[in-house]
C-alpha cells in the first residue's frame, strides 16, 4: 500500500496506480477510504477527458459497491463501462449483480452477452448456470457447468450446482455433490439445504403428478 501512495505522488496522472489502491483498500475491507479514492480520482481524470482512466475507475467503484452489497450503486457503475477491454469483465459483474438481486432473466441477459466476448472464461459460464438454475432451465445449466468441469474440476461451486441440476433432471448427482464436499467441506456445508430445497421440489412434482 506504501509503494501504491509513492506511486501516486510521483505520477500523479497515472489512472493504473489509483485503481491498484482502490482495489487493494477494498480488498482490505477499507471501504470509505476506497470510496473517497476512486470518487477522487474520477474528478481528476473526468477533468482531463481521460475515458480509459474513468471507465477503469467506475469499475472499480463498481466493484467496491457490489462487495459491500450496495448492487444497485454496483450496477449503476459497471453500466457506464465502455472501454473494450472492460466490456466482458463489466456485463460479467452485472451479470452477478442481478443474481444477488435475484433477477435472474436480466442475469442471464448480461451473463450471455458476457460469454459472447468471452467463452471460455469459467467465471461467466458459472454465472450462467446459475442463473439457468435458479429459474427451472437445467439442461441449459447443465451445459455451462459441463464447459467449466472439463476444464476446472476443482471447482467446488460448479460441481455441487451440477449436482443440484443431475438431481432436478433425475440423473446420477452424488458424485458431483461427493466432489463438492471433498474439494470445499465449508462451501458443501454451507450450501446443503440446497439439496433438502430440490428434494422437496421435486416430491412435491411427483406428487401434483400422480
Do not use: W
Request: negative net charge; glycine residues 4%; proline residues 3%.
Amino acid at each position: 500500500m506504501h509503494s501504491l501512495v509513492q506511486a501516486i505522488d510521483q505520477e500523479p496522472t497515472k489512472f493504473n496506480n489509483y485503481y491498484e489502491l482502490g482495489s487493494l483498500l477494498t480488498r482490505l475491507q477499507d471501504f470509505e477510504q476506497a470510496e473517497e479514492l476512486f470518487m477522487k480520482a474520477l474528478g481528476i481524470f473526468e477533468q482531463r477527458d481521460d475515458s480509459r482512466a474513468v471507465d477503469f475507475l467506475k469499475y472499480g467503484l463498481g466493484n467496491l459497491y457490489y462487495t459491500v452489497d450496495k448492487v444497485d450503486e454496483a450496477i449503476k457503475y459497471y453500466d457506464q463501462v465502455s472501454d473494450e477491454n472492460l466490456k466482458a469483465d463489466a456485463y460479467l459483474m452485472m451479470a452477478q449483480s442481478y443474481v444477488k438481486k435475484h433477477d435472474y432473466k436480466r442475469a442471464i441477459v448480461y451473463g450471455l452477452t458476457a460469454y459472447e466476448a468471452r467463452p471460455s472464461d469459467p467465471e461467466i459460464a458459472q454465472v450462467l448456470g446459475d442463473a439457468l438454475l435458479e429459474t427451472g432451465e437445467f439442461k441449459e445449466a447443465a451445459k455451462y457447468y459441463d464447459q467449466i468441469l472439463t476444464r476446472h474440476p476443482g471447482r467446488a461451486d460448479t460441481q455441487f450446482n451440477r449436482g443440484l441440476v443431475a438431481m432436478a433432471m433425475n440423473e446420477p448427482y452424488t458424485e458431483y455433490l461427493e466432489q463438492a464436499q471433498q474439494l470445499d467441506p465449508d462451501y458443501y456445508k454451507a450450501s446443503e439445504q440446497r439439496i433438502a430445497e430440490i428434494k422437496a421440489t421435486l416430491q412435491q412434482l411427483n406428487l401434483d403428478e400422480q
